[in-house]
């Protein structure tokens, strides 16, 4: 059990601007993810291996992309008994993501709003991070490095930044997400319509055929996909997922709807809104896919995991794995290995 109660830490990260909080605790735990600070925050790894795209992963339980952009933190957040680790979203080069302020927190529904842009320090960064965090994988960790397109990088362009992208994180990754979802840059989600889909996953997966040949070793690959599809769009993005040998799918991003929120303080502003809000929207896409793609298919789950009770929901509309970002926020790495107990018991 961690050593500082979350609740007194929340109390005063709360009391701050949501990106000023966001952006001191990072700084946080990179400096001190090597110290005997790291007692502070670290949890027991709940121990529920499971078999997923031929990797092992300690237990269910996986932090979401977003929270550590730059890969930064890697052993530090792994303390907190998370089976599997994604950080970024990372871009081949760097960029400082849309105007402030972006970032809100919407507290009664226990939400956030979210219009970063891909903010990023580039990808050369970014692997050297990730080279030198040693601890999390040692333990057995899994580690998924996220991949996007720069906002300056005109649409009909983007599989060129995937492939870049690819080639700089492939060394690096036990699994690569794609990320399309992201409603923060300009037409990126229409690279989930089937024309634009199957182009670029067809280049995905030659690259990637090209990288396994010559590294010796196939990397599973995820396309991270939003929850603002109707059952038709799941139906085209499950029909080219398989066609082109995708690993498996990532469901879902943040939502653009406001149904949920409406009349709260913030709910108008632009971008993507994340936990409880999105749950349902979430679960709806991840019954869709398991009936699109069948048993076997690996489905990361994310969306809206605020308890060990949503948690179990995830599998039980079909996902393998949970992931989870702003139930971390809100309640703290307690909730990491709650949900992990819960889902081994399941």
Same mark, same amino acid.
């Not at 998924?144 to 994180?169: H, Q, S």
């Not at 995820?222 to 469901?251: C, M, N, S, W, Y």
């Given at each position: 059990m961690s050593l500082l109660p979350y609740g007194l830490a929340r109390r005063f990260l709360f009391g701050l601007d949501p990106e000023t909080a966001h952006d001191l605790t990072i700084s946080g735990l990179a400096r001190l993810q090597d110290s005997p600070a790291r007692c502070l925050w670290s949890e027991a790894r709940v121990d529920d291996p499971v078999t997923v795209a031929g990797l092992r992963f300690p237990n269910r339980v996986g932090l979401a992309a977003g929270l550590d952009k730059n890969g930064r933190c890697i052993d530090a957040l792994g303390a907190m008994g998370f089976g599997a680790i994604e950080v970024g979203t990372v871009t081949p080069k760097p960029q400082p993501g849309n105007p402030k302020p972006r970032m809100f927190r919407l507290p009664e529904a226990g939400a956030l709003?979210?219009?970063?842009?891909?903010?990023?320090?580039?990808?050369?960064?970014?692997?050297?991070?990730?080279?030198? #965090?040693? &601890?999390?994988?040692?333990?057995?960790?899994?580690?998924? !490095?996220?991949?996007?397109?720069?906002?300056?990088? %005109?649409? /009909?362009?983007?599989?060129?930044?995937?492939? =870049?992208? !690819?080639?700089?994180?492939?060394?690096?990754?036990?699994?690569?997400?794609?990320?399309?979802?992201?409603?923060?840059?300009?037409?990126?989600?229409? !690279?989930?319509?089937? /024309?634009? !889909?199957?182009?670029?996953?067809?280049?995905?997966?030659? &690259?990637?055929? $090209?990288?396994?040949?010559? $590294?010796?070793? &196939? *990397? %599973? +690959?995820?396309?991270?996909? #939003? %929850?603002?599809?109707?059952?038709? $769009?799941? /139906? +085209? =993005?499950?029909?080219?997922? @398989?066609?082109?040998?995708?690993?498996?799918? =990532?469901?879902?991003?943040?939502?653009?709807? &406001?149904?949920? +929120? $409406?009349?709260?303080?913030?709910?108008? /502003?632009?971008?993507?809104?994340?936990? @409880?809000?999105?749950?349902?929207?979430?679960?709806? *896409?991840?019954?869709?896919?398991?009936?699109a793609l069948g048993a076997g298919f690996p489905i990361i789950g994310v969306g809206g995991v605020m308890s060990a009770a949503d948690a179990r929901a995830k599998l039980d509309a079909g996902a393998d794995l949970v992931q989870i970002y702003t139930g971390l926020i809100y309640h703290g790495p307690a909730l990491v290995a709650d949900a992990a107990r819960a889902l081994a018991r399941r």
């Open positions: 709003i979210n219009r970063m842009g891909f903010n990023n320090e580039g990808l050369a960064a970014f692997v050297a991070n990730v080279q030198r #965090a040693k &601890r999390f994988r040692a333990g057995g960790g899994i580690l998924g !490095l996220n991949i996007g397109k720069n906002a300056a990088t %005109p649409i /009909e362009n983007a599989v060129d930044d995937y492939l =870049i992208g !690819l080639d700089g994180v492939y060394p690096h990754a036990d699994y690569v997400a794609v990320n399309i979802s992201s409603p923060n840059t300009k037409n990126l989600r229409a !690279l989930q319509s089937d /024309e634009a !889909l199957d182009a670029l996953l067809g280049a995905i997966a030659a &690259r990637r055929d $090209q990288l396994a040949a010559a $590294q010796h070793k &196939r *990397v %599973p +690959v995820f396309l991270k996909i #939003a %929850p603002d599809l109707d059952a038709a $769009q799941v /139906e +085209v =993005i499950a029909a080219t997922l @398989r066609r082109h040998g995708l690993d498996g799918v =990532i469901a879902t991003n943040t939502t653009i709807a &406001r149904d949920a +929120v $409406q009349g709260l303080a913030h709910a108008d /502003e632009a971008g993507g809104l994340s936990g @409880r809000p999105v749950f349902e929207a979430s679960n709806r *896409v991840i019954r869709q896919l398991r009936a």
